[in-house]
């Protein structure tokens, strides 16, 4: 995993499970990597990737089963969804709307461009 300077390395981290479950590598139930096993895997400090979990705990996309590991939550692809969608619109479509003022766009320009990146 390349990491980028501009984002804290254990937000990262939990983007990177977030991917894993979007995409169907990990589902419901599964069991993932634990604390030290994604620490050596990535070539992180562990409790880098604690804090990553906890992030994912609090977020209710992963489930900590004492003694056993850590497991991907029930319902994790929908709070997945939600969290991200949330995050679009509160840091993304400002800046996008900004920006369409700007360079005085309308409504009906982006629905072309819309249109063409869905076909």
Same mark, same amino acid.
């Given at each position: 995993?390349?990491?980028?300077?501009?984002?804290?390395?254990?937000?990262?981290?939990?983007?990177?499970?977030?991917?894993?479950?979007?995409?169907?590598?990990?589902?419901?139930?599964? /069991? +993932?990597?634990?604390? /030290?096993?994604?620490?050596?895997?990535?070539?992180?400090?562990?409790?880098?990737?604690? /804090?990553?979990?906890?992030?994912?705990?609090?977020?209710? +996309?992963? +489930?900590?089963?004492?003694? +056993?590991?850590?497991? !991907?939550?029930?319902?994790?692809?929908?709070?997945?969804?939600?969290?991200?969608?949330?995050? #679009?619109?509160?840091?993304?479509?400002? !800046?996008?709307?900004?920006?369409?003022?700007?360079?005085?766009?309308?409504?009906?320009?982006?629905?072309?461009? #819309?249109?063409?990146?869905?076909?």
């Amino acid at each position: 995993m390349n990491f980028n300077d501009n984002k804290a390395i254990y937000l990262q981290i939990a983007e990177w499970v977030f991917e894993q479950i979007l995409n169907g590598k990990w589902n419901e139930g599964d /069991r +993932i990597y634990s604390v /030290r096993e994604m620490g050596m895997a990535l070539e992180v400090n562990p409790n880098t990737v604690l /804090r990553a979990y906890d992030l994912l705990q609090q977020l209710e +996309i992963v +489930i900590n089963k004492r003694g +056993i590991g850590f497991f !991907v939550s029930e319902d994790a692809k929908t709070k997945i969804l939600n969290h991200r969608k949330k995050q #679009f619109i509160e840091n993304e479509v400002p !800046v996008f709307f900004k920006t369409m003022k700007m360079l005085q766009m309308d409504w009906s320009e982006m629905e072309k461009i #819309f249109r063409e990146y869905q076909e």
